[in-house]
Each structure stands twice: as structure tokens, then as C-alpha cells.
Nanobody, 125 residues
């Protein structure tokens, strides 16, 4: 499975950004992020049908994940960006939604099967 992410960049605090990720297969997909010197954390995920979504508590209300199934593409809309959103954002995919959810709930024991190359988001204060 190949994942191609795009949309990162430098944004001022309070601004918005939309990341996109295209998969070569129609799988459950999601986003994780890793800030410098910190652990990688879950951000949001969406089932292959788009019917189910999960969000990290830290981003609820500011982040929306949605998909275009015809294009095997997901989008992550981030509003009201904060400096603490600065991180490399990784697109992930998994053929099993329950495994994606398991990796969210138990990050020390499971990770999504496929990972993209990451896209840098930098938020200036």
C-alpha cells in the first residue's frame, strides 16, 4: 500500500490547514503526529466507508477528518491552529478498522499497518 500525503506548511496561529492523503488501496485511514522530542500521537482516523471516525481528545472541535472514497483520499482539516500542533503528520492505513481503533486505544501494543512519509506542519505564534 502506498500513501501519499500533502498539504503541510508554515501557518500562523489561529489559521487553518488541510492535509490530504491518497492511498493505493481503499482502507481505513488516519493521521498520527510527532512533535520534536515527543512521542508519536494519534490525531484522527476514518473507516474505509467513511461512516466511522475517531478523534484524539486534544483536537476535538478543531479537527475534522473526511474522505473521498472515489479517490481513496482522506483529508484532515485543522482549524484554529496552535503552536503545539507543530509536528510531522503521518498518514496511516489499515485494512481492518478494528485494528486501526485498537492501535489508537493501545498505542504501545499496535500500530496501523501502513505509514506514509509524513508532512511537516509548523505553526508560528
Amino acid at each position: 500500500v502506498q500513501l501519499q500525503a500533502s498539504g503541510g506548511g508554515l501557518v500562523q496561529a489561529g489559521g487553518s490547514l488541510r492535509l490530504s492523503c491518497t492511498s493505493s488501496s481503499r482502507y481505513a485511514m488516519g493521521w498520527f503526529r510527532q512533535a520534536p522530542g515527543k512521542e508519536r500521537n494519534f490525531v484522527a482516523a476514518i473507516s474505509h466507508s467513511g461512516a466511522s471516525t475517531e478523534y484524539a481528545d486534544s483536537v476535538k472541535g478543531r479537527v475534522t477528518i473526511f474522505s473521498d472514497s472515489a479517490k481513496n483520499t482522506i483529508y484532515l482539516q485543522i482549524n484554529d491552529l496552535k503552536p503545539e500542533d507543530t509536528a510531522v503528520y503521518y498518514c496511516t492505513a489499515d485494512s481492518r478498522w478494528h485494528h486501526m481503533v485498537h492501535s489508537i486505544i493501545y498505542p504501545s501494543t499496535a500500530t496501523p499497518d501502513y505509514w506514509g512519509q509524513g508532512t511537516q506542519v509548523t505553526v508560528s505564534s
